[in-house]
Each structure stands twice: as structure tokens, then as C-alpha cells.
């Protein structure tokens, strides 16, 4: 249909996917099941630039799978696919902050999409986009 299609990664089924997360190697793993399905989408024609990628964090992932993902996230940019990252408001960042509920994880979030975007990432989900936003445009003054 022409439309852009996400491929997300997710260990496991979504009611027992944070259980026992295991990952040999969690960067590895993440980005060859990335990298295998986007080219299952070029070859059934979806086009390259209808193609973007997200690593799933919280979708099978113990809060150290997340925190090396994300701080490795530049690597996975070397798919050549946009990057989108979801990380606004999850747990990995209450665990961090020693338990803090989702409404109090505003600062945390805009800190994590800051921290992807220095690492490649070009598409964020989130909840508080009028900081998030502001955040990316002192990122992007600076980076110009």
C-alpha cells in the first residue's frame, strides 16, 4: 500500500516477555533480527525508505538489556533505517529512579530521548512532547 512500516523488536510474547529475558549478547541479537526483517521487507517491496526500525525497549528486556541498547543505540543506526525510540515514561526509567511512578519520570525521559537522539536516533514516541521537543531543539541549535 506505500505506506512506512515500523519493525520493532520483542523477545518473547507480551504476556511473559519480561519473565526471564535472556540475550547472549542483547546488541547482537537485537540488531541481526532487525537487520533479517527489514530485508524480508525489501524483499516483499517495501521500499528503503519506508523502512524504520525500533528496538523495543521494555519488550523483552531487563533494565540492563535496555541500558546497553541505549547506549549502544549508535551501532544500530549503521542499519541505515531510521531509528525510533520509545522510551518515554517506562520502567527501566522508574528502576532507575528508584522506583518513581510514570508520572514522575518527565525529566528522566526527556533526558533518555536526548541521550538516543546523540546516538542516532531520528523518531521518538513520547508523552510530554513540548519538552521532549524543546530538549531536541537545543540539540539540534547546538549540533548546527
Known amino acids: 500500500s506505500g ?3 515500523c519493525l520493532m523488536h520483542m523477545q518473547g ?19 541481526a533480527f532487525l537487520r533479517q526483517r527489514s530485508e524480508a521487507c525489501l524483499e ?13 525497549f521494555g519488550f523483552g528486556k531487563s533494565l540492563q538489556h535496555n541500558l546497553t541498547l541505549l547506549n549502544e543505540l549508535g551501532q544500530m543506526s549503521g542499519l541505515g ?6 522510551i518515554s ?8 529512579l528508584d ?9 528522566a525521559s526527556v ?7 546523540t546516538k542516532g536516533a531520528k523518531i521518538f514516541r513520547v508523552h510530554d512532547v513540548k519538552a ?3 530538549a531536541l531543539a537545543v540539540c539540534h541549535a547546538l549540533n548546527n
Do not use: C
Open 81 to 86: 533505517y531510521p531509528l525510533l525510540v520509545g
Open 3 to 5: 505506506v512506512p512500516v
Open 13 to 31: 510474547e507480551p504476556r511473559t516477555m519480561q519473565e526471564n529475558p535472556e540475550y547472549g549478547n542483547v546488541l547482537e541479537e537485537v540488531s
Open 89 to 96: 515514561r517506562k520502567s527501566m526509567l522508574g528502576a532507575l
Open 44 to 56: 516483499a517491496g517495501i521500499k528503503r525508505n519506508h523502512i524504520i526500525l525500533d528496538p523495543g
Open 111 to 117: 533526558s533518555a530521548a536526548v541521550l538516543a537522539w
Open 132 to 134: 521532549t521537543v524543546d
Open 99 to 107: 522506583g518513581a511512578p510514570a508520572d514522575k519520570r518527565v525529566f
